[in-house]
């Protein structure tokens, strides 16, 4: 088992900044990729940005340039630095781990961007 807590959620104006933690704990020795989907009311569940092995990392292209994920492996933590933000950002952003063939998620932190 492999628990995710996310933190850094808010409120922020267009154009401003916000930085999301996801730690985790459990059998964290077994997680493989771990990345960031968000998800709008009424919308499904998209991908943010991932590492998808190693340190190669993945981003939606609505995000290239702006996102960037990072990890910190000793705090067992993955991060989403978030810059420029639009109010089409606004979401709940969850934290994903993969374990084999099984996806462990967070409960999700809120992002409201205000024009």
């Known amino acids: 088992q492999v628990q995710l807590v996310e933190s850094g959620g808010g409120l922020v104006q267009a154009g401003g900044s916000l930085t999301l933690s996801c730690a985790a704990s459990?059998?964290?020795?077994?997680?493989?990729?771990m990345g960031w989907y968000r998800q709008a009311p009424g919308k499904q569940r998209d991908l943010v940005a991932a590492f998808t092995g190693g340190s190669t990392t993945h981003y939606a292209d609505s995000v290239k340039g702006r996102f960037t994920i990072s990890r910190d492996d000793a705090k067992k933590t993955v991060y989403l630095q978030m810059n420029s933000l639009k109010p089409e950002d606004t979401a709940v952003y969850y934290c994903?781990?993969?374990?084999?063939?099984?996806?462990?998620w967070g409960q999700g932190t809120q992002v409201t961007v205000s024009s």
């Open positions: 459990g059998s964290i020795f077994r997680i493989g990729t």
């Open positions: 994903i781990a993969h374990v084999g063939t099984n996806g462990y």
